[in-house]
């Protein structure tokens, strides 16, 4: 965990008060199932309730004599609650607690992703909306195309968000499972029914079958999701990284008055926040791999996944829970420049229109290999001039064209507004009917 | 791809007859739409399905002078088809048909993919059911722990494998869509109703926003699908291994007559198959790095990702499809040794059953440190004994435990029985009820 | 292995019969060896040499049946040879043929990289030379920072290609061993004097200590050096993308006539070479963490690493050929446009002088606080006026400038050469002194 | 940075007073080297190093208005050092201040490393000699093949970590360079000679060429190079694993008298540092992969690269200095148990002496194919009798093998020592001549 690029709320729930509360109200709930069940006296998981405490420092302490985390965190509330704290734990193993506390805070790790998720996109659609028709030249291979609208391009990334959102809602179901079923998974000192108890008092589902361990293909595809994510991420702040560009300049991150861009050039102002995304993503990426590695476990378990999830468990979700407020902000306070973006759309001199000639000419009954190298001979033309040579000009005045189109034919073929007709359409199809 | 790898109807998917069989279709499908909204006459299409055709070899030829493979294509049919061919295309851009194509090859393979699943699935429950009750030791960290059966072993790996199935299923769905929309993407030339045509007769459903491209966070998510996938494959692999180790020797994969296990060492039967498909598992894994970096193409689209997916869409799925039915292949013909799992059962003194005494020491009032303490120095005699020494008779013969345990008590608790109580519990939550 | 990415070279390294030759090789050799020693006939020695012939479709036949490709293979020899084929293979394993065969592969592989490299590295030059004062914009974040030369860019490409030289090298050394050890690497029947009479034939070393297999960590550090000369490939390739955008157009790959950039918009000349060299970095980079995977071997050796190699070991090696010919060719032809450069570089009103000024008014006496105030305001208002503003005039009319810097003094901070006076430094460290 | 897996000395590297400390010290040296070049005043050289402070808090507040560090630092020393600090970073950049520290902190923590490693090499060089003829079985696919030593299995580690310090100091060699030299590289506004004089000072080599930054291809080389590393410990930590299982036990982590392996079941001794140690390999080798996308900075740089730094820097190092430490302590430690390697060693009638006999029928004339086949079937009557027939009596009944071999033959090829005449070629080769 990097303090720079983490937030309150996500790192409080990976902090040691956190784990230790949450176990202990496993163990607690699972002490009144017990209860419930005869199995224990009622007394005792009253008691537990009522006196329960620990104390991070002190579990320390003991673990550094025991070496073994969760008996240092019973005797830990052992000595508060007194005499009743030995009916705790019974039939159970360590990884009921640790595997169960895990799936707890990984469910509540989403819940705060799908917040941000929730407010990227919001962010997103104001802007798409508020840009739906502006104008700006679409880039393949980083080359101008055709036209397409900032709005679009908005959209597209509207639409991955919500994928992002899906993926994440069922992966939060792959993870939100809880497993008391004791030191092989057979519930041989344990009543399945203080499983399901827990599981519903934690906000869990119950795990199936579990081996000790609750199974880590779970946590693979948890994290391989969170790195898609990522991934997507990247892409945003690639686009808004290429828009700041010197030479394209159509868009900027918002910079403060206070803000310095270099310690030796005054001038600059860097997309410095997109570029930091776009290294988040490289991490929350990385940490995919070593979460499929865990999923081979030996026999009934092993503990090698056990450090990787202490690293992964929370840089993994606290670095993507800062990247997608980041990415937040920049979408929200992007600075848009319409004007640039007009300029830029109209410095290839037409070419962006060449295909609408294409068809027109093979409509005219050209063939389209005849038309392809009409209009390709004099767009390369215009290529070459750097955008000072008309397209519409040249096509005018090409023998083989003219004897096809007027030049009202032509002319009209230029119409920008020819290429948002369905930009309707699109946005019904993203953000749902008006 | 790796002949040796590779099944044949997977294989076949891939082949450049299969692609451009796709395109023909998608183009051909196209053009009906086409015809249907009267933009090209209803003749031309007709023209198409008639004499449309393509060879491979000459589309090769043409590319190597245009260095364009949908055009290349194209030329060919038109060779068939005549002068109606100058309407295929029409308003279209190569993604249109690449992408199309790519989903529809992917939702074919996944198709194999969930009948392999389904294969494996069978087999596995198959065993689990003739093995539900044989007792074997379960093993955490290596060690022995405390006693499990075959069958919830397997039915472990059968819960695993269900929610690959399920996992599978809805990376289908993620990749599974039609984007005919041309250059980039605003239907500028093409009207809304031919994408949802070509869409409906190819099987998908229609992105919603493309960018020339279908955007490549849906492939991600695919590949990584796949490598969690694989991952299950690997745990259970490295479960035979460990199972056919020379000291454990619990079952053994199929050894054929024929088959020679070393050149030097005649005696050797090894477990090569699932050390294969631990390897095979590797590679799947490492698919999914680069389908994610693969996201962030530059603005509308760039064609980095057209490489890579040359290699991962048939090297993942054809990998994947081999190593699924070779898994099958294992667990249907697993020769599996109830006696030796009982043998190994045996061997640690009944340091299996000591988890039992503790927690009837603990019943019968001792506290769970005195009584944690009382176990283990017995059972830490029987562990230096190498099993020589039986836990049953040192507990019998300690002072602090007989002073709360009669012999009798002692005995109930070495009961194998014990411990399989639930299994058809646990058979039910993963099979469902008989 | 894909077609379109691989070079004949390269390919038949990889190739049955390359494989088997060297099989047969490295066996006469040890039989070679074992004649001088006195274990084995000469004669037989003699006839292997003779007669020693095999055939691939055969040795298929053969392994069929009996699953073991050694085996499989020393039978079709012993086919040609007759009896005396009885002498080869006496006291090896069939590791010592397979590892000392991957280790000549792989070596001269890299001979082929090597060379590659060389001729990578000449194109490098020859265009860094040819533009060593051809000025150009140096980019910080994408934003205009301060002057460089093109031919810079290119030193720094040439000396980051001279590091993968040498790390390649090193490489080579890692993997070109050779064992020839039996079973378990103990030479309990084979002396260790074959195994040197061996490395010396194929141009190896001797492996000190092997396990039957050559230990793995070596094949991981070679697949983890080409990954990183991946990605220096694909910075090169991103370069070159970046100025090939048609806001940028400072540089183009070559475009050959017959070529077409797009079938739907003639004008489009994309810079497909480079971005397809992306996506082949990406793939290249992906096999390095299966070979990670691989070093943890169980005990003396398991096979999983093998099919991982069957894998990588063509299609790093492969790609990587490919991918470093086509990165020489893109610079071999690279269109540079130097008038290009110098209109970008004067777009932005000055700016790219800034941090001169800011000096200057630091000697001058002003606090550095002050004199970046200073500069940024003005700078500010150029970067606002989208260039159309000069700085250097509204430095002359600042107040607080002019009263440290006379006009003279101010304009002597526009000259472009003054950043290049150490060009020919910086060539020297790279290229050697002239 | 998981405090559990951390040690201090290289923790302590890492901490913002070291990184202060080093800017300081660049900062300080490069102002020495303009004094002597006389082209600031020597005064302000010696106020700098007589006056210089800084405080990590201060430098804090002041970056939340700035939102630069460097700049933020330099504000700081200037709080402390008076009018002087104006001369400080003349014509230097951030990145001058931050690669260069970033070197020197990189280069400090590969002089942990190394030692770390000279340590672990000590430990298991010690043991091995003290193993170096502990007779043990040799297994190839976790099946009995033939007999090694256990020193051979640690010789085997030893060299492989011996490969891993050579590597370690190769990757130091990459990562030890010094960069001053201004904002796109060119030493517009600062003489190389300052480079040189704080690169010497600071024990670093001289960057040929930089551009602003240091070429990341030198982080993603050093970065996979630790990965190697950490595979090789999973590869040391995987063995101890296998020797630790109940049905092998022959031998086992250390295990302290207060340690508790499980809080179910008393009798445990798990391996967990070496399950941990594979965990923490999992997590070294995945910070390679961004470290390889940091390569393709855009142009002369961008800054993605330092999020991942930010994270990788310590966390690989840091984690690689605790896993190496750990891996000493457990080979130091490791109880080895001598008596049950020989047990296993006979549990399987002496198959192990397969080959030996094959070798023998061979050399007595019969063929290869008759002699295998005639071995093969007694040797799998041995193995199907689960080690309790012995293969010598066996042969010795066999007619076919009788007639070539007399009894007494037969048994010399039983003989264990056989096995063990080159392990001192092996460890001269391993350890030098002794």
Chains 1, 2, 3, 4 share one sequence.
Request: aromatic share 6%; net charge negative.
């Amino acid at each position: 965990m990097i303090p720079r690029y983490a937030r309150p709320a996500m790192t409080a729930l990976w902090e040691p008060d956190s784990r230790f509360r949450i176990w202990f109200e496993i163990e607690a709930h699972a002490l009144d199932a017990m209860a419930n069940l005869g199995i224990v006296p009622k007394d005792a998981a009253a008691a537990v309730w009522a006196r329960g405490a620990f104390d991070a420092a002190r579990i320390d302490e003991i673990e550094a004599v025991t070496k073994h985390d969760v008996i240092a965190f019973l005797t830990n509330v052992a000595e508060h609650v007194g005499d009743e704290a030995r009916f705790l734990h019974q039939g159970m193993t360590s990884s009921d607690v640790l595997d169960t506390c895990l799936a707890v805070q990984l469910a509540r790790a989403t819940d705060i992703l799908l917040d941000d998720l929730d407010q990227l996109l919001a962010a997103i659609k104001r802007r798409a909306f508020e840009h739906k028709l502006t104008p700006t030249i679409g880039r393949s291979h980083g080359i101008h195309a055709e036209p397409v609208t900032f709005g679009l391009k908005l959209a597209q990334a509207y639409a991955e968000f919500s994928r992002a959102r899906a993926r994440l809602v069922a992966a939060r179901a792959e993870i939100a499972t809880c497993a008391i079923s004791g030191a092989v998974g057979t519930f041989a000192n344990i009543d399945p029914r203080v499983e399901a108890h827990v599981a519903a008092k934690m906000g869990l589902t119950v795990e199936p079958v579990s081996t000790q361990v609750i199974p880590r293909d779970r946590h693979a595809m948890y994290f391989a999701t969170l790195a898609v994510i990522a991934s997507s991420i990247e892409r945003l702040a690639t686009e808004v990284r290429h828009l700041q560009r010197t030479e394209v300049l159509e868009a900027e991150e918002y910079f403060s008055p206070g803000q310095k861009g270099s310690s030796a050039m005054p001038h600059k102002r860097n997309p410095v926040l997109t570029e930091n995304l776009t290294g988040l993503a490289r991490m929350v990426r990385a940490y995919a791999a070593p979460a499929m590695e865990n999923v081979a476990l030996w026999h009934e378990r092993d503990i090698s996944h056990s450090s990787v999830e202490r690293y992964i468990g929370p840089d993994a979700t606290i670095t993507l829970d800062f990247a997608l407020a980041r990415m937040t902000g920049v979408v929200d306070k992007l600075l848009i420049y319409p004007d640039r973006m007009q300029a830029n759309l109209d410095r290839m001199g037409g070419l962006v229109h060449s295909q609408r000639v294409l068809l027109a000419l093979t409509q005219a009954g050209m063939s389209r290999e005849d038309a392809y190298a009409a209009v390709q001979r004099n767009a390369m033309r215009v290529w070459e001039s750097d955008g000072r040579l008309s397209l519409m000009q040249l096509l005018k005045d090409d023998a083989d064209v003219s004897a096809r189109l007027s030049d009202a034919e032509i002319e009209e073929r230029f119409d920008l507004g020819y290429h948002f007709k369905h930009v309707d359409t699109i946005f019904d199809r993203v953000f749902g009917p008006a």
